[in-house]
């Protein structure tokens, strides 16, 4: 069963940069798509951005467009989000997730395998 792990999470000052890494520890991530969720308490998970299993097809929630970056890099199997300018309102755990069912999605439903997450909060 594929194992996701995630990293890169910590205290970042509001307008600052974290970048989140998805890794496996067991087999790759090369045969799915993988998705960024976040879920703050009280609040439901929220799909933040996802890239296609080739990296050519990506897409981001309109909350962090033009802010997050997806990326993945097959040489290391591993699936990066580049955060910038972060805001209060971005605090939450994020979590990566691996789904091989459709091309793209934002939505957790189709997901079946998740990392523990990693918890990123801004404040000053």
């Known amino acids: 069963q594929l194992q996701l792990v995630e990293s890169g999470g910590g205290l970042v000052q509001p307008g600052g940069s974290l970048r989140l890494s998805c890794a496996t520890s067991?087999?790759?991530?090369?045969?799915?798509?993988i998705g960024w969720f976040r879920q703050a308490p009280g609040k439901e998970r929220e799909g933040v951005s996802c890239i296609s299993i080739s990296g050519g097809s990506t897409n981001y929630a309109d909350s962090v467009k033009g802010r997050f970056t997806i990326s993945r890099d097959s040489a290391k199997d591993t699936v990066y989000l580049l955060m910038n300018n972060l805001k209060p309102e971005d605090t939450a755990v994020y979590y990566c997730?691996?789904?091989?069912?459709?091309?793209?999605?934002?939505?957790?439903?189709?997901?079946?395998?998740w990392g523990q997450g990693t918890q990123v909060t801004v404040s000053s």
């Open positions: 997730a691996a789904q091989d069912r459709v091309p793209l999605s934002l939505h957790y439903v189709e997901y079946h395998y």
């Open positions: 067991r087999f790759t991530l090369k045969y799915y798509s």
